[in-house]
């Protein structure tokens, strides 16, 4: 993984982090964040996967039914957060993914796992405000408070 920083003014710094063939990008994401002391960005990025596996969740077993993606593909789309954990140490991702299928085909859901080929190219906003997520009892997720209190 290489970071550069691209641009900090007003509470809010940009850094383009780009990983190579055979690197993880949530481990990566997720000790940037840390390294970083993020508490609350939002990222885009593009590039190829040679495997990952996507998730969608089911709200009635309160877990994610694994989509495994077992070939190349290209993201197409990539968006995501980062925000602090309900403990408010740790640091949390969440990750959406479009990727493309050599038949023209997508698949999408819920980023869970993934190895880069050749590259993924992703650009980090970090804003100046502070998400904190909470736990929802109803779906046992932690998410970030509908009434903006985050």
């Given amino acids: 993984m290489k970071t550069r920083k691209l641009s900090s003014d007003a509470g ?6 780009v990983f190579g063939a055979g690197e993880d990008p949530l481990a990566g994401l997720a000790a940037f964040a840390r390294e970083q002391k993020l508490s609350a960005a ?7 996967f040679e495997r990952a596996v996507l998730g969608f969740f089911d709200v009635e077993r309160r877990d994610y039914h694994r ?5 190349q593909t290209e993201v197409v789309s990539l968006t995501g957060n980062v925000t602090l954990a309900p403990d408010g140490d740790k640091r949390k991702l969440h990750i959406h993914a479009v990727l493309g299928r050599r038949s023209g ?6 980023l869970l796992e993934a190895r880069v080929r050749p590259t993924l190219e992703v650009i980090l906003s970090e804003t100046p405000a502070h998400l904190r997520r909470r736990h929802d009892p109803e779906t046992g997720l932690s998410l970030l408070p509908a ?3 985050g």
Wanted: proline share 4%; net charge negative; glycine share 12%.
């Fill in 12 to 17: 809010q710094t940009v850094w383009a982090v």
């Fill in 42 to 48: 939002q990222f885009s990025a593009i590039g190829a």
């Fill in 67 to 71: 989509i495994p993606v077992e070939e």
């Fill in 105 to 110: 085909e997508a698949v999408v859901g819920h």
């Fill in 147 to 149: 009434d903006g209190s």
